[in-house]
């Protein structure tokens, strides 16, 4: 009776924490309140799409560090084509639906992702969705948008959608990243 009792409470115990315990952000137009609950340093897993005239590549890099603040975003891949933070933008319509999420997720190779967001309450269409965008740049051009969608306030996920271009080449990049907080409390 005592182990059975003692396995209750651990059970308990370990549903509060983790994923069941994150707030869902359905439905949460208020850019305000979403930016103060995804504020912070956050840790990307990523998959890359690559796409020339001639050839396609996939990409899976290292987990990179990505910082929310104060309504701008930043990251060592973006500081490098823009040198500062870019400033986010609550769109002003869903840009992606469970349809355009799903076909992003296979183009990337990245499709249990749609496991780790599955328990949230809404699609991606009920959820804010905020852009970045990177205007073209000299040198090698790069333009696009990147797209963060936080499904709850420890889970975002981030879509990048860039055209890369330079004298030699031209590349359309498609990531598409799963974003935690890099130091959970």
């Not at 549903?15 to 956050?42: F, H, M, N």
């Not at 271009?165 to 974003?179: K, N, P």
Request: charged content about 20%; overall charge negative; hydrophobic content about 45%.
């Amino acid at each position: 009776m005592m182990q059975r009792a003692t396995q209750i409470v651990i059970s308990v115990c370990l549903l509060g924490i983790g994923p069941a315990a994150a707030e869902s952000l359905c439905g949460v137009r208020d850019a305000k309140t979403v930016l103060a609950a995804i504020d912070g340093q956050w840790t990307s897993h990523e998959k890359i799409s690559l796409e020339s005239s001639s050839d396609s590549y996939f990409r899976v890099p290292e987990p990179a560090a990505f910082v929310i603040r104060a309504g701008r975003i930043e990251s060592p891949f973006l500081d490098s084509l823009q040198g500062q933070p870019l400033p986010l933008e609550l769109a002003d319509a869903p840009i992606y639906d469970v349809d355009a999420v799903d076909e992003l997720l296979e183009v990337t190779r990245n499709e249990e992702l749609a496991d780790l967001l599955s328990d949230t309450p809404c699609g991606p269409e009920d959820l804010p969705q905020f852009v970045a965008h990177i205007p073209d740049t000299d040198g090698i051009s790069a333009g696009g948008t990147v797209t963060l969608i936080p499904y709850f306030d420890d889970r975002v996920l981030k879509i990048a959608e860039l055209e890369l271009a330079s004298a030699e080449a031209l590349l359309f990049m498609t990531g598409v990243a799963y974003m935690t907080p890099a130091n959970p409390e």
